[in-house]
């Protein structure tokens, strides 16, 4: 027969958990060991922890694993949320274990030097970077039931300086077709939209039916795409100029719920294998996805578009309602972008040639 286990103590299903009054309040938690004694070393030091911060103000220790489990909760509505979820990852195996009162440049050492060694872009590591800084200045506003943060003071992260940042390409018509001969089908479909409505990458992949309103007296339709799905956190209409309708034409009814599918998959992202391969063959191994929003403001200046319709187009912050417009006022946005359309005397779009050839 076992030793007594010590009061407050209790095995459900082979692990044992505490249920014990601490300081006047009673804990009811589960001390994930199956060993007795495993158990009562973690009771003794969540006793003396618990003593120490009501009593002498002392914070506990938390790991920057517990920070970082709190933060993706906290920030569960961030957009990139994902993405930090992904940098959590790579990062736990380095400092997860370590308190985040110990956190500092010199700790984050080992884990840039891996980076580095692995070739990771600047950009990618300051992403990083960036979000150890958020949660351990979240941790600093963070309570604990005693009313103590969880970090007193917040260190300096400091981010690494970007060299030789590659600046926007906007593609002209001539590489247009050059990249259009080398894509797939679906990826054709993907640049003709963006380079003729300045939409971002995800904003593309997320682009979704429900989202179409028909607009009867102008015989066309716009894309609402909500604030929680744009860069600046403000409703965003998507106008469409022939080009763009007839890339829509050609989407629907392939996927029930987004435009862009793959296979009746919604596409993630852009910058697939197959973009870089057609990329790499077009002789345009530097054209990035975002060149493509490039091109499409860049066009829209050479047509002799206004700043401010620019800035509609675009999407961009401004200080007018730019998400309520008069069937007039869409009128006149379809109108600006229609000059996107191609060239006078332009041969036919390679798209077109193409599925001609794949057809016949």
């Excluded at 039916?209 to 102008?218: F, G, K, V």
């Excluded at 050479?302 to 007018?320: N, P």
């Amino acid at each position: 027969m076992g030793r007594k286990a010590s009061v407050g103590l209790i095995k459900k299903k082979r692990i044992w958990h505490i249920d014990k009054f601490i300081c006047g309040r009673r804990v009811c938690k589960s001390t994930r060991c199956t060993e007795l004694v495993s158990a009562e070393r973690f009771l003794a030091k969540l006793i003396v922890e618990m003593e120490h911060a009501v009593i002498y103000g002392v914070r506990i220790k938390r790991t920057f694993k517990d920070a970082s489990d709190k933060y993706l909760i906290f920030k569960a509505h961030k957009k990139s949320i994902e993405d930090d979820r992904s940098i959590i990852k790579n990062l736990l195996p380095w400092i997860g274990s370590i308190s985040i009162d110990q956190i500092y440049m010199e700790v984050l050492g080992p884990w840039l030097a891996s980076r580095v060694k692995d070739k990771v872009k600047t950009n990618t590591i300051n992403h990083g970077l960036k979000v150890v800084r958020q949660i351990l200045n979240c941790a600093v506003e963070w309570r604990d039931e005693y009313g103590l943060s969880w970090l007193e003071i917040a260190p300096k992260i400091t981010l690494r300086p970007v060299k030789d940042t590659a600046k926007p390409y906007p593609i002209n018509w001539q590489e247009q077709d050059d990249l259009l001969a080398q894509l797939a089908p679906h990826l054709q479909d993907i640049l003709l939209f963006s380079v003729n409505t300045g939409c971002r990458d995800q904003e593309v992949c997320q682009l979704r039916w429900e989202w179409e309103i028909p607009i009867d007296d102008i015989n066309s339709s716009v894309f609402w795409i909500p604030e929680e799905f744009t860069k600046n956190g403000e409703d965003k209409i998507v106008v469409l100029n022939s080009e763009a309708k007839s890339v829509i034409e050609r989407c629907r009814g392939k996927n029930a719920t987004h435009v862009f599918s793959y296979r009746g998959k919604p596409i993630t992202r852009i910058m697939s294998s197959g973009w870089k391969r057609a990329r790499k063959a077009a002789g345009l191994s530097h054209v990035k996805v975002h060149d493509l929003r490039h091109t499409f403001g860049r066009r829209l200046r050479s047509a002799d578009v206004s700043i401010e319709d620019r800035e509609d187009l675009l999407g961009h912050k401004s200080t007018r309602m730019t998400t309520h417009y008069s069937a007039v006022e869409l009128d006149n946005l379809i109108a600006a972008t229609e000059k996107l359309c191609g060239k006078e005397g332009k041969k036919p779009s390679l798209l077109i040639l193409r599925r001609r050839h794949l057809e016949g």
